[in-house]
């Protein structure tokens, strides 16, 4: 994942956790759960919008 070891991993999860504390990962992990569900969300609702203007120029020709 990214050339990260074991052990790079888990110095940069001991880092997050001093910085945020205990308390402020489970709001910070939420918040990152919905930012990935609404990009993945645009990013499908782009791919239909390509697709279907692709189908309906298909069929004009």
Do not use: H, N, R, Y
Request: no cysteine.
């Amino acid at each position: 994942m990214f050339g990260l070891g074991t052990p790079e991993i888990i110095l940069i999860a001991i880092v997050i956790l001093v910085l945020f504390g205990a308390k402020k990962i489970p709001e910070l992990m939420q918040g990152l759960g919905k930012g990935i569900k609404e990009f993945k969300k645009a990013s499908s609702d782009i791919e239909k919008d390509i697709t279907t203007a692709a189908d309906d120029k298909e069929k004009t020709k």
